[in-house]
């Protein structure tokens, strides 16, 4: 099992409000490069996404649940047939697989179902739950999207205070405005 983190980040490695939808002063970053950088499988997933399991916070899967279902392209199919787990400790477990099917809610601690999990977990988003397995030293990989945005201030992949950590670069590609990279978790 491994961990894999997918951002979209700026330049200044803010990960918040990537969304227009969130209404936050500068939010919707992402998306004002035009749909090439976000189209389609951006991240490369591929089989991970139909073997693994997405893990997403209350929040950014109420996002997805609102988008994805409504989509009919292939990397939709995908994500809709995709197994979900969802850390939110106010949404009900019938209530999701209702609302996005494969849906269900994390049962108990999210570090504990982490480790537990057997297939590779996909995070999208969902900065609260990366934080929670970056302190547990859970994730193995991140790949990110970054835009040529600066913000400033904002919620950051990596904040002050964060654990020092040493990443091997994968691979680099230019995708529309945004680059994207592939970085796995050098461990001792």
């Not at 749909?35 to 997805?64: H, I, K, N, Q």
Request: charged fraction near 25%; aromatic fraction near 6%; include cysteine.
């Amino acid at each position: 099992m491994s961990t894999v983190v997918i951002e979209f980040v700026t330049l200044d490695g803010v990960v918040s409000d990537p969304d227009p939808s969130t209404g936050a002063p500068h939010a919707g970053w992402a998306f004002r490069h035009g749909p090439e950088p976000v189209s389609g499988d951006a991240f490369r997933l591929g089989s991970t996404l139909d073997e693994g399991v997405l893990l997403l916070g209350r929040r950014t899967w109420e996002l997805f649940a609102r988008i994805w279902p409504h989509r009919d392209d292939p990397f939709a199919a995908r994500m809709n047939a995709a197994a979900k787990l969802v850390a939110s400790r106010s949404l009900a477990d019938e209530a999701a697989g209702r609302t996005w099917p494969g849906s269900r809610v994390v049962a108990g601690d999210l570090v504990d179902a982490a480790r537990r999990e057997e297939r590779d977990v996909v995070v999208m988003g969902s900065v609260s739950v990366v934080r929670a397995l970056q302190a547990a030293d859970l994730v193995d990989e991140y790949r990110l999207l970054t835009f040529p945005t600066v913000l400033g201030d904002g919620e950051r992949l990596f904040p002050a205070g964060s654990a020092p950590a040493e990443l091997e670069c994968l691979a680099v590609e230019q995708a529309g405005a945004a680059v994207r990279t592939r970085y796995r978790r050098v461990r001792a």
